[in-house]
């Protein structure tokens, strides 16, 4: 048994003594818990809903930051759980769908959207019972949760947490009624700037334990609505529960990448930044608070309702003066956290715990990576072929530059293939699984096929360079002309299809349809340099320009350099494919429906 073991069963013990020893702390505590359970039914039912269409609003509203602004409040005001906005948008962040200056908007949208839990619980959840709401909304939940439809199931779980919050917030005040009775905590209360600090860092404390913001405000709420609590120690513990949320966005950000690292780090400066501006102006904000409350006709000692004011008021206040810094926070994090260098050997960019929070993050984080891996084999094919990637990209006479480039590089490909690629295949076939097993056998589709089909022919790319590289590195700077053009050609035809394939590497496609047939045009012209090979190779054997044993190699890594040029292609439609099957299977029908047509005229 380790330290954390221990740990977590001398707090079970400690727990157990204080619940039986005192009823009142007992009727609290399992309010709280009925509370938090509710956060998760809520949560988890929300999460059903993220399966595709949460994700394409994310995706078509964020695209400016006041757009990425009110899709955090919005989000976060209906599923009251701003976890979940900072768990799906750390998840796409680190899938490389979303730029981290539009995380860091929907960060700044969630902390506001937060407010409406605070309003919600002090103008309903602390004026009346809200268990005459809850047992019905229970009830129904549970029956919701046992059919077959998942849309239901997932409106069950929802209904379900809304009934046990309300549930937990009315156990929460009536412990702190029944406190009234046996001790008063306002003999704990403190005043000043001690005061200040002890409350906020207990506020601190309680979201950390507790993980939710919105438990600690109800806990507090409850609390100041029976006068266990005074109101200038709870204005304390609603900064402090500002800040202990960040613990959560932390926690996400641990199993990201550096991209979703970042969202976190900006999360915490956010949240931090927001409460140190709140506890300096504590006393103009609390004044602040009063006038508008008279201006609302909000009566003066009512005070969770001036509470959610100040909550409300404190996080505008640091949205306004944080949300002309943002562009500065995410160059400043950029720096902060650069992108690790590639290891050795090459690390995963974009596979992570958090890409799996949602489908959609997840499939585009095995897309990238699959094209993180297409990055590293091109690395490969080029060196094979003793070339440059720089020189197979940016040559303006790629034909001229092969011809007078004799320069050998030395490598060993399998070795390289160990250290760039053979790592990240792995990971992505055990990424797909996990994934595949995570979504179900019925929900699991042809995209997450078609990627690992592609990562397959990147690593088959790799195996057929190899062969062609043995006879390739001998006759390239034979002093037969003849068979030194040849085996240039055969160099041509690979780094031409290397060089064509890479454009959809860096974008360069409006849609999946268009990339695609533009592949097949590329493979009917390697297909033509392939047969005209075979006709040269016999005119030159004939001419006696090589003998025997050349024509024979010659034909052999032909047929290496066909199999590398089809898997590349192979590979690179697969991507693209995964990234529009509906597109993919019409270019398919396509290209059956002319392979038929040429079959009828031969």
């Excluded at 409850?222 to 932390?250: D, K, M, P, R, S």
């Amino acid at each position: 048994m380790n330290y954390r073991q221990f740990l977590l069963a001398g707090v079970l013990v400690l727990l157990a003594v204080v619940l039986w020893s005192s009823p009142e702390f007992k009727q609290i505590a399992a309010g709280v818990a009925i509370f938090l359970f509710g956060m998760l039914s809520l949560e988890s039912g929300f999460r059903q809903f993220t399966g595709g269409f949460l994700e394409r609003v994310l995706r078509r509203t964020t695209d400016t930051i006041p757009k990425s602004l009110g899709f955090g409040v919005i989000s976060t005001a209906i599923m009251q759980s701003s976890s979940l906005v900072s768990v799906i948008t750390i998840s796409f962040l680190s899938a490389g769908l979303l730029p981290l200056i539009t995380g860091i908007g929907i960060i700044f949208g969630a902390n506001l959207g937060t407010t409406t839990g605070a309003w919600l619980f002090a103008t309903i959840g602390m004026k009346m019972s809200l268990s005459v709401f809850a047992l019905p909304m229970l009830v129904f939940g549970v029956v919701l949760k046992f059919q077959q439809s998942r849309a239901l199931q997932a409106f069950g779980a929802i209904l379900a947490g809304l009934g046990f919050l309300f549930l937990g917030i009315d156990f929460m005040k009536e412990g702190f009624e029944s406190y009234q009775s046996a001790v008063d905590l306002r003999d704990y209360a403190m005043t000043g700037l001690t005061g200040l600090l002890v409350y906020t860092g207990l506020g601190i404390l309680a979201t950390v334990v507790m993980q939710s913001s919105h438990a600690t405000l109800a806990l507090t709420l409850a609390g100041l609505a029976t006068g266990q609590v005074t109101y200038e120690n709870a204005l304390a513990l609603a900064i402090g529960a500002n800040i202990g949320t960040t613990v959560t966005a932390l926690i996400g950000g641990i199993g990201a990448n550096i991209a979703g690292k970042r969202l976190a780090g900006a999360h915490l400066l956010f949240n931090l930044a927001t409460a140190v501006i709140a506890l300096v102006l504590i006393e103009p904000l609390r004044w602040s608070v009063d006038s508008l409350s008279a201006l609302m006709s909000i009566a003066e000692d009512d005070y969770t309702v001036k509470l959610a004011l100040f909550h409300t008021f404190f996080n505008c206040l640091g949205v306004a003066v944080m949300l002309p810094l943002l562009s500065k926070m995410a160059s400043a994090l950029e720096r902060w956290l650069p992108e690790p260098e590639e290891e050795v050997p090459a690390q995963p960019r974009y596979l992570n715990s958090a890409a799996m929070d949602s489908p959609d993050s997840a499939k585009a984080a095995v897309r990238r990576e699959v094209w993180h891996l297409f990055d590293q084999a091109f690395v490969i094919l080029a060196h094979g072929l003793h070339l440059h990637r720089e020189q197979i990209r940016d040559s303006d006479d790629l034909a001229a530059t092969i011809n007078n480039h004799r320069e050998r590089i030395d490598i060993d490909i399998d070795q390289l293939y160990r250290q760039r690629v053979k790592y990240l295949y792995n990971a992505i076939l055990d990424f797909i699984s996990g994934l595949m097993a995570r979504m179900g056998s019925a929900s699991s589709d042809e995209s997450l096929y078609r990627l690992q089909q592609a990562a397959a022919e990147m690593v088959e790319a790799i195996k057929h360079v190899k062969h062609l590289r043995k006879n390739l590195t001998t006759y390239m700077v034979a002093d037969n002309e003849a068979i030194r053009k040849e085996y240039n050609d055969l160099r041509l035809r690979v780094a031409m299809v290397l060089r064509e394939t890479y454009r959809f590497y860096e974008g360069e496609f409006d849609d999946a349809t268009t990339a695609i047939l533009e592949l097949d045009e590329i493979a009917v012209r390697a297909r033509v340099g392939r047969e005209s090979m075979v006709a040269r190779v016999t005119e030159l054997l004939g001419t006696k320009q090589i003998n025997a044993g050349m024509a024979t190699s010659l034909l052999n890594d032909s047929a290496y350099a066909s199999e590398t040029v089809d898997s590349i292609l192979g590979g690179t439609r697969a991507l693209l494919a995964a990234t529009d099957t509906g597109a993919a299977r019409t270019t398919e029908a396509l290209s059956v429906g002319d392979a038929g047509q040429a079959d009828m005229n031969v």
